[in-house]
């Protein structure tokens, strides 16, 4: 009780969080789970190698429908259950993990806190998870989720539905896309143009860039200039300082 009388009290419940992130150089990327994508893996592969390509060293919090459950000890050991796969890359299984971190406003905004302080050598955190995780999360900040399809249908309507949860639960109304596709494919374009048209007419939302991944393709090989060019535009430092203060007062405002 007395550190609740050592100083005066916060101008608001998100003052911890913005000062936590006011000076923070990691970089979280919201990746919105699709289980009805046959790469998936692939594509989280191709993002590492995209920010890697930049020398940054990524963590995967992988917290999707069908991923890894989190390990018990992950709760009050964090950093003893990230697994480092490569120089560059970092794993944490995490199904069911940020709600353990819920606060008493809904937020699981904490959770990014906590991995924050369990990985400080990572510069990019990739959180792969439900749209409903992903809400709680990053709820009315200036997070700019990634979503995830293939050129199959089921895909698609999961993408989209994932974007109708995430615009009207959380405010969060721009969106990438990546879209694993051949080469040669004759639909990828379409279905591209055909969620950025529901978006905008249905849901009040916004599609600003989406990138087309070869499923085939080996994740060492070179990003395609359009996965470099889209990383390299989320390393900028001024989208990172807007997310940051956005996740600070999303734990006032969910």
């Known amino acids: ?28 990327v919201p990746v919105v789970s699709n289980p009805h994508v ?10 590492c190698t995209a920010f890697g390509e930049h020398g940054r060293h990524t963590l995967v919090v992988d917290a999707g429908e069908h991923s890894p459950v989190h390990a018990e000890m992950a709760t009050l050991e964090m950093a003893e259950c990230i697994e ?5 890359v970092s794993y944490l299984a995490a199904r069911g993990l940020p709600i353990k971190f819920v606060d008493t406003h809904g937020s699981t905004a904490p959770f990014l806190q906590a991995v924050s302080d369990a990985a400080p050598h990572v510069d990019v955190v990739l959180i792969h998870a439900t749209a409903a995780d992903l809400c709680r999360l990053f709820a009315r900040s200036e997070a700019r989720p990634l979503l995830l399809a293939d050129d199959r249908p089921a895909s698609v309507t999961h993408a989209y539905a994932a974007m109708k949860v995430l615009t009207q639960r959380a405010g969060l109304i721009v969106h990438d ?15 591209a143009m055909q969620i950025a048209s529901c978006a905008d007419d249905f849901l009040g939302a916004v599609l600003r860039d989406w990138v087309q991944i070869d499923p085939a393709s080996d994740a060492r090989e070179a990003p395609a200039p359009a996965l470099r060019r889209w990383a390299q535009e989320l390393l900028q430092p001024a989208g990172a300082m807007a997310m940051a203060a956005g996740m600070a007062d999303s734990a006032v405002m969910n």
């Open 1 to 28: 009780m007395t550190a609740l009388h050592s100083r005066p009290a916060p101008l608001d419940q998100a003052d911890g969080l913005r000062r936590l992130f006011a000076h923070a150089r990691v970089r979280f």
């Open 177 to 191: 896309l990546l879209l694993s596709a051949a080469p040669n494919s004759p639909r990828a374009e379409r279905i």
């Open 84 to 88: 480092p796969l490569s120089p560059q």
């Open 38 to 47: 046959a790469f998936g893996g692939v594509m989280l592969e191709r993002l």
